[in-house]
């Protein structure tokens, strides 16, 4: 008697491999400084170990590739930030949601901006979106209240594409999740947003409808773990916590730095690194004196890293203004902070800790840790002790801790910046990267990463924006290598 055919569970676990479609972009997956990084990527690894099978990566460069490879049954399950919509549950199961966010219509600033929809469907401004994308879905449910609202929708796009051409002028209005627009910010600050379009929305893994519900009722749980023991808090504030808060100006004006001071200075900053990125370096060079090599400021600080007299003298520095000591001093000094950081503390979050000493003092950071414990937060999660650092500056707190008043404020906002501007520059170098040339199998630190999934154009539809003639073919961005 032939035995019952294997839950999808059971197929996975025999293959030994989790096959996972995924989006290659700064919040999924990319190929970061060591390696495959991203929140959807992380996610799969930790949910692969759950399994105790490999993982296998597969990353299209389009949205339109993902759910037909799901149909296909190419991949086992779609990781890549995508939202939760009745279309997509018609056919295909959600697991439960990991965060949210808000769509959004953005254009660039110093463009013309509607103020609502009636607005929007009444000009002959144009909008792209990603064919198949929940976008695209919003703007349908639109048009039916506003007939007059017409857009064009591109099958072989991605959202950062799109974000790319309105930043560039050569597309008036494109439709992104919320974060999406946070973190092209900090590499195009002009793109801006005009209206929101919906309230936060649920963002969810999806697999295929099957008999049994083995591998969703896995999903569920998995979540829930996570969930409950906070570490898919720590993983969103890894990725998401630094991009809250947003100043035009200040990354209009590193951005501009980018371009025209960080060339002459990359090479000091890559020869002195030791183990730190040296992205990372820059960024908390930029955060000190904004790359000039004779800042001084009234409390006696100087030079490209800001050192103190007696901070100069301790990591060996004789002239604080000639910059590459500054900076090979700087670089001595951050690693003597991250020596002093508990081994408690998870080894990707360790660095913050660090960069709050190395501006509020060791002391202050461990108070803070303290005074977290005391509260019943997690004195080993930054998330948690960056939001009682501001609390050192209250006579109430203070005069509890060993080391006393301390502007906590400030030392979250400096960290917070050096992250903010280490993406930016993670993200300038992704948009300067070559395109990723094809390959059949590739393996990145042993992952397994497929060439992406192919997709097919659409010939019956508009690829290009009739109201910009000078929109080039869609380009595949390369990771960072």
Do not use: C
Not at 286 to 302: D, F, I, K, L, M
Request: proline share 6%; charged share 25%.
């Amino acid at each position: 008697m032939p035995s019952d055919p294997p839950s999808e569970l059971e197929r996975i676990r025999q293959n030994g491999v989790l096959r996972v479609g995924t989006l290659n972009n700064q919040i999924s997956y990319y190929i970061g400084t060591e390696g495959p990084t991203g929140l959807d990527y992380e996610l799969a690894q930790r949910f692969a170990d759950y399994l105790d099978v490999n993982l296998e990566i597969q990353p299209s460069y389009a949205l339109s590739g993902l759910f037909p490879a799901l149909a296909r049954k190419e991949v086992d399950l779609l990781a890549a930030g995508l939202t939760i919509t009745p279309e997509r549950m018609a056919t295909f199961e959600p697991t439960p949601a990991y965060y949210f966010a808000r769509q959004l219509l953005v254009y660039k600033k110093g463009q013309w901006r509607p103020r609502d929809l009636a607005d929007l469907a009444s000009r002959k401004e144009k909008i792209a979106v990603a064919a198949g994308s929940s976008h695209e879905q919003k703007l349908i449910e639109i048009q039916k209240k506003h007939p007059t609202l017409t857009w064009t929708s591109i099958p072989d796009a991605d959202n950062d594409e799109l974000l790319r051409l309105v930043a560039t002028e050569k597309l008036d209005y494109t439709i992104a999740d919320s974060m999406e627009v946070a973190l092209i910010q900090r590499v195009y600050p002009e793109v801006t947003i005009a209206l929101s379009l919906t309230e936060d929305e649920p963002i969810a893994w999806f697999i295929n409808e099957e008999n049994d519900n083995s591998l969703q009722a896995l999903l569920i749980e998995f979540f829930g773990e996570l969930q409950a023991s906070g570490d898919l808090a720590q993983l969103e504030e890894k990725y998401f916590g630094h991009i809250e808060r947003f100043d035009y100006v200040d990354t209009r004006a590193f951005v501009r730095s980018l371009k025209t001071k960080l060339p002459k200075w990359e090479a000091l900053f890559k020869r002195h690194a030791g183990e730190f990125d040296w992205r990372l370096l820059a960024a908390l060079s930029y955060q000190e004196s904004h790359w000039n090599p004779t800042a001084t400021s009234p409390t006696g600080v100087r030079g490209m890293m800001m050192l103190t007299n007696p901070t100069a003298k301790s990591v060996g520095v004789t002239n604080r203004l000639d910059p590459e000591q500054s900076i090979q001093g700087g670089a001595k000094y951050l690693q003597r902070m991250m020596k002093r950081i508990p081994d408690s503390i998870e080894s990707h979050e360790k660095i913050w800790f660090a960069l709050a000493s190395y501006n509020i003092g060791f002391g202050h950071l461990m108070d803070a840790r303290r005074l977290t414990k005391a509260q019943n937060g997690n004195p080993d999660q930054w998330s948690d002790v960056k939001a009682r650092l501001p609390l050192l500056r209250k006579r109430q707190y203070h005069q509890h801790t060993r080391y006393g008043y301390a502007r906590g404020d400030e030392a979250v906002h400096y960290v917070e910046s050096i992250r903010r501007y280490y993406q930016s520059i993670q993200g300038y170098e992704q948009q300067m990267a070559a395109q990723l040339k094809n390959t059949s199998v590739e393996w990145v630190n042993g992952i397994k990463t497929l060439t992406p999934i192919p997709v097919k154009p659409n010939l019956n539809t508009q690829t290009d924006v009739p109201s910009k003639n000078d929109i080039p073919s869609l380009p595949t961005m390369a990771p960072l290598n």
